[in-house]
């Protein structure tokens, strides 16, 4: 009989990852939502998880089940349940992940009642979410390390970058929506990453599962350099 041991280079890290998207309620039965599946987040779970990590995997409403040890996984709904359990979480992990695509903007009142259409247009007012990405930032101390992604259609390079060094995060993860290949639902994904220290990292497309390794070796070096 034969063993194959994994490699368990992040035994003993706690790592906190974001994924899937948020849903903002209009009424009982309506809400905001986008179409983020949550596969590169939940790829990224089990990627640490492989390699030793406790994980805590906050998920919003996605299809997907995760039933791996060493993956705890607290299930959200709206972007701002995603940030408590994040708020709460932060400050006991070493490492944290924020790939969900948590909502910009929520209702300013969801309705208690079902809304009955009229006659003419609905107006639903709209206020912004709080960056989750951006107050884990606010909070990072020197031993935690944190990365963002940022997902973008044009001025790619920059916009990455102005996140990266908006939020305080030591990383981010750019994922091109032209790129062939890449994109919501899919199960490929084409990423760049750029690090705090300018540094550059261009990777082809491949399956989500090659694409979290690629992350999760490239945290490892830049915990390392
Ligand atoms: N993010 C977050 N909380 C929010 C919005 C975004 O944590 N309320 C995180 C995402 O999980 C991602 C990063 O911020 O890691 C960038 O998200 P993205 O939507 O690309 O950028 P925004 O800063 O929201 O800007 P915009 O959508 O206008 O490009
Ligand atoms: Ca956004």
Redesign the pocket.
């Known amino acids: 009989q034969q063993f194959f041991f994994e490699q368990a280079d992040f035994s003993g890290s706690r790592v906190l990852i974001?994924a899937g998207p948020t849903y903002e309620a209009i009424d009982p039965v309506r809400f905001i939502g986008n179409h983020s599946s949550g596969k590169m987040g939940i790829a990224l779970a089990e990627e640490f998880a492989k390699r030793g990590a406790l994980v805590e995997l906050v998920l919003g409403p996605s299809a997907q089940t995760v039933q791996t040890a060493n993956i705890h996984v607290t299930r959200v709904t709206s972007?701002e349940e995603?940030?408590n359990a994040c708020a709460t979480m932060f400050s006991s992990c070493q490492i944290a992940v924020?790939?969900?695509?948590?909502?910009?903007y929520t209702p300013v009142v969801t309705a208690d009642e079902k809304i009955k259409k009229a006659d003419g247009n609905l107006h639903v007012e709209l206020k912004r979410?709080?960056?989750?990405?951006?107050?884990?930032g606010a909070l990072k101390t020197k031993e935690q390390l944190l990365?963002?992604?940022?997902?973008?259609t044009q001025n790619e390079k920059a916009?990455a970058l102005q996140?990266l060094e908006?939020?305080n995060?030591d990383m981010?993860v750019l994922n091109s929506l032209n790129d062939q290949g890449a994109g919501f639902g899919k199960d490929t994904n084409k990423i760049t990453i750029f690090d705090k220290n300018k540094q550059e990292y261009t990777f082809p497309v491949k399956s989500k599962r090659e694409v979290a390794k690629d992350i999760v070796d490239t945290i490892k070096h830049l915990i390392h350099v």
């Open positions: 974001t972007a995603m940030f924020m790939s969900a695509a948590v909502a910009d979410t709080k960056d989750i990405l951006a107050s884990l990365v963002g992604f940022a997902l973008e916009y996140k908006a939020k995060a981010i």
